[in-house]
């Protein structure tokens, strides 16, 4: 793509206007975002989206309205697990669309994707007869004989823009779509050579493009349906300050209840303050500690397990449910962490059975999903100094947002300390744009509203 192709889109913020129904805010940049596509004034569009937006169903959306005109669609994802998503959304919503999935020789299908008519091929040219084809960003790196008219790419602030290189030659026109605030790409050489350059192949997909094309049309999805309102101002305000964004339900649209603690210690104390006031912190004495010291492991795993044994239920816009296990999530940094999390729920499953089913994972693999009730282990916990990557926002902003009720942190006392002692020391780079806050201050944001929450173990 280059600059000169493109041409200006509406105004972000006017979109965004001061609509007191969310709904109708989030229908307006739809509309607009649809009606850029269909104009073909424009061979690229942006939207960005906060976690919960709705970022899938605008994918789906817009693919079944390109190939509703009868031009071909490919999309491309970052993960296997989520072409397999995008794929079981479009057969459910659309059942009419002949759909295709490019994967490699090995690839055996899900039991709910087999049951679909999804029609699944090692190479592009089997799937001609497919009015959508999705695949990963690896795979569609390696057709060579086949154009599509449009291309949809998926969590496109994940993907790395040499990657974006690789697969541009495919189609014409793309819809980008992304959460500016994630994890950025995951590189596994050192990029310092080309931070600053307007080519950075380490940077993401969308900022590389934005860059060269400074008149793409760029939306943003001004509400979130996955977080509460009791979340959504801190997480605005931490991770987005410059794109804010709201919830899409009031104070009173959701609750969340728990049977009465046997216990009444620290942590029954701080479950009944999460439960009411969104957010909770169990506080660990002061202290420097491995990452996954046999205290913090211990406190994270006891804590989820509480969750679990106190039989909570969530009400909310889809109606009441029990809070079972599949609906509570541990988030961690470190794989080690998730490991031996995960044995210690296992030891814990015969004193609160289904201990063992909570879900527990690295920020990375939680990008994207969404649980009633969370609990994660601060990044800073126990630490001598305030690493790039203990200080990463993109982290920071998963781990905190990926409930629709309550989130618990488990951390030592100390880190404030630590972020005056450790503040913000990354080069500065000419060239290179700035978005989004750094960790430093993203941290004392999130670290300010815990403070209120706060039940010292």
Request: charged share 25%.
């Amino acid at each position: 793509m280059n600059a000169g192709a493109m041409q200006p889109g509406s105004d972000a913020a006017a979109e965004q206007g001061q609509d007191q129904d969310p709904g109708k805010a989030a229908g307006r940049v739809t509309a607009a975002v649809l009606a850029d596509l269909a104009s073909g004034r424009h061979r690229g569009v942006v939207v960005d989206s906060p976690p919960g937006a709705g970022k899938s169903t605008l994918v789906v959306r817009a693919a079944a309205e390109i190939a509703g005109r009868g031009d071909r669609l490919m999309i491309v994802a970052q993960t296997n697990n989520q072409v397999d998503d995008l794929l079981l959304r479009l057969a459910e919503e659309h059942p009419g669309l002949v759909l295709g999935r490019l994967s490699a020789a090995d690839y055996r299908p899900g039991e709910e994707l087999a049951a679909t008519p999804v029609q699944i091929a090692g190479k592009a040219a089997d799937l001609d007869g497919c009015e959508i084809v999705v695949s990963t960003a690896a795979k569609w790196a390696l057709v060579d004989d086949r154009r599509w008219a449009w291309a949809i790419v998926d969590e496109a602030y994940q993907m790395r823009s040499d990657a974006l290189l690789l697969v541009a030659r495919l189609f014409d026109r793309a819809l980008f779509v992304g959460d500016p605030g994630q994890l950025d790409p995951f590189a596994t050489v050192d990029a310092a050579q080309w931070h600053g350059l307007t080519y950075d192949p380490s940077q993401s997909a969308v900022a590389v493009l934005r860059r060269h094309n400074p008149d793409l049309p760029v939306h943003r999805l001004p509400v979130s349906w996955r977080l509460p309102a009791t979340a959504a101002p801190l997480v605005s305000e931490a991770f987005y300050p410059f794109t804010p964004f709201r919830s899409g339900t009031g104070r009173r649209d959701r609750a969340l209840g728990f049977e009465p603690g046997r216990k009444c210690d620290p942590y029954d104390q701080v479950v009944d303050i999460a439960a009411e006031s969104g957010w909770g912190m169990l506080e660990l004495p002061s202290g420097f500690t491995l990452p996954s010291d046999d205290e913090t492991v211990r406190t994270v795993a006891e804590l989820a397990a509480r969750v679990l044994a106190r039989r909570g239920t969530a009400v909310s816009e889809r109606g009441e449910n029990a809070l079972d296990a599949a609906r509570i999530a541990v988030g961690v940094s470190h794989r080690e962490q998730r490991s031996r999390v995960e044995a210690a729920l296992v030891r814990l499953n015969g004193e609160i059975p289904g201990a063992r089913d909570i879900v527990v994972d690295t920020a990375n693999r939680l990008q994207g999903r969404e649980f009633d009730v969370t609990v994660f282990l601060h990044p800073l916990s126990g630490r001598r100094d305030a690493t790039a990557f203990h200080l990463e926002t993109g982290r920071l902003c998963v781990l905190a947002s990926r409930h629709r009720h309550a989130c618990l942190v488990v951390a030592r006392a100390g880190i404030p300390e630590l972020l005056d002692a450790h503040p913000s020391a990354e080069p500065v780079h000419l060239g290179l744009p700035v978005s989004f806050p750094d960790g430093w201050e993203a941290n004392q944001a999130v670290l300010g509203t815990l403070a209120d929450n706060r039940v010292q173990l």
